[in-house]
């Protein structure tokens, strides 16, 4: 990397950083420090308004800095109609001893550049996109973080970010995030985000660039036992 596009980049993020910290700041003393009694109604919606731009903003910030380090790719939905057919799933790729994978819990593996989740049940195998239609988070939860993958329920795998289920034979969603079970159980990683991903979701803005409220069918794999070993169908490129 040129020393001119490395100065360049730190130069944007703390730009960004510095303008998201300053909406906050102003939403905060507009909320706290209104000044004129007369116009208090206006300050409290604006300082609001403010406060939440700001801090996702903030958010936006982080991910953009700090989501490739921790494996976490821009919170964007993910398709259906993406899905590779299993028809066209012809390259079988060796994922590890069935053993070796814990019996009920979702574990994320990488095979050929492919993010994808195993999850055991007994002696058998089934296989899907480890990041969640929802928000492109990884399904497996986040190594050494409190986010912790979350056990198989009923026959589906969810989402410890936002609560959305999915069949972990089919992939299909049977429970959207931010359910209000899932809302109330988890007050940060629910009660809060809710109206945040809400609001940035109505922002005016292209739908590619926006978080979704809804989770779509995800990606599974075919599979198959062999000698005691996973063996998981990928695309043939």
């Known amino acids: 990397m040129s020393p001119a ?21 102003g939403g905060i003393i507009m909320l706290f420090f209104p000044g004129d009694a007369q116009v208090d109604g206006d300050n409290v919606l604006g300082g609001i308004v403010m406060l939440l731009v700001g801090l996702g903003s903030m958010g936006a910030m982080l991910q953009v800095t700090m989501g490739p380090l921790l494996g976490m790719d821009p919170p964007l939905p993910t398709a ?14 060796k994922a590890g001893l069935l053993r070796d994978f ?13 993010r994808v989740l195993i999850t055991r049940v007994g002696d058998t195998a089934t296989a899907m996109s480890a990041l969640c239609s929802h928000a492109r988070l990884p399904l497996a939860g986040l190594p050494g ?31 959207q995030p931010f359910d209000s079970a899932w809302n109330s159980a988890h007050p940060l990683l629910g009660g809060m985000q809710a109206p945040l991903f809400k609001l940035l979701s109505a922002l005016p803005a292209p739908k590619y660039l926006k978080p979704s409220m809804e989770a779509e069918t995800m990606q599974t794999y075919p599979v198959r036992i062999e000698n005691g070993e996973i063996e998981v169908a990928l695309p043939p490129k």
């Open 5 to 25: 596009l490395a100065f360049l980049g730190v130069s944007i993020l703390g730009t960004w950083g510095l303008a998201s910290i300053a909406l906050i700041a």
């Open 80 to 93: 259906a109609k993406k899905n590779v057919p299993a028809s066209r799933l012809t390259r079988w790729v």
């Open 102 to 114: 814990p019996d009920g819990t979702p574990k994320e593996v990488r095979l050929r550049s492919k």
């Open 145 to 175: 973080s409190p986010v912790k993958p979350i056990a198989l329920r009923d026959g589906c795998v969810t989402c410890p970010f936002h609560g959305a289920m999915f069949e972990a034979d089919s992939g299909k969603v049977v429970r």
